[in-house]
């Protein structure tokens, strides 16, 4: 009998990330939607997976880096959101994603801690984002690694969709690497 090989996972699994320059306030409404389920999307992924479950990895980050990435990641971004709404196109401080993916902490602690870091964060982000008027989300900050500036909207867009992208990676190592089948 042939050892079962997963197929090589995608770049994109759920797909590129692709706005217009056109949002209004039911398009903005979806992704906040996006980020008020992302932290039980993310606890049902995670959960009851054992140590070395969480070690599988997808490319070249394990399912525990990626609920990691996804706490430190999201939170910067709600830091970048409040400077942005409380001082005029503030510059924001970068950070090595993949060198944070390497310390102790994204390749060897438990995930409990980044999915309530996830979870609060995502309930105090929504919960700001609710309240904000139409003009708020055209404030911006500038981003000097990629010498960008960001409005508000298209930073929210972006989010919403890499909430879902490394969410769905997670799936797919579910799906074709553990075999636990299709997302819960």
């Known amino acids: 009998m042939k050892n079962w090989v997963a197929p090589e996972p995608p770049d994109f699994p759920a797909g590129p990330f692709a706005v217009d320059g056109v949002h209004d306030t039911r398009q903005r409404q979806g992704w906040i939607d996006v980020l008020e389920r992302a932290p039980g999307r993310l606890n049902r992924l995670a959960s009851g997976l054992s140590v070395?479950?969480?070690?599988?990895?997808?490319?070249?980050?394990?399912i525990r880096q990626i609920v990691h990435h996804l706490a430190d990641s999201h939170l910067n971004l709600y830091v970048r959101f409040k400077l942005a709404l409380t001082e005029e196109q503030p510059t924001i401080?970068?950070?090595?994603?993949?060198?944070?993916?390497?310390?102790?902490?994204?390749r060897q602690m438990d995930i409990a801690p980044s999915v309530q870091i996830f979870s609060g964060v995502h309930a105090r982000w929504a919960h700001l984002l609710q309240f904000l008027e139409p003009?708020?989300?055209?404030?911006?900050?500038?981003?000097?690694?990629n010498q960008e500036v960001t409005p508000l909207w298209r930073a929210l867009a972006y989010y919403a969709w890499h909430a879902n992208h490394h969410m769905t990676q997670i799936a797919w190592v579910r799906e074709h690497k553990l075999r636990l089948g299709k997302e819960q």
């Open 135 to 145: 003009h708020d989300f055209e404030r911006t900050f500038y981003h000097p690694a």
């Open 52 to 62: 070395e479950q969480l070690d599988t990895t997808y490319r070249n980050w394990t």
């Open 93 to 106: 401080k970068p950070y090595d994603e993949s060198r944070w993916s390497l310390l102790a902490d994204a």
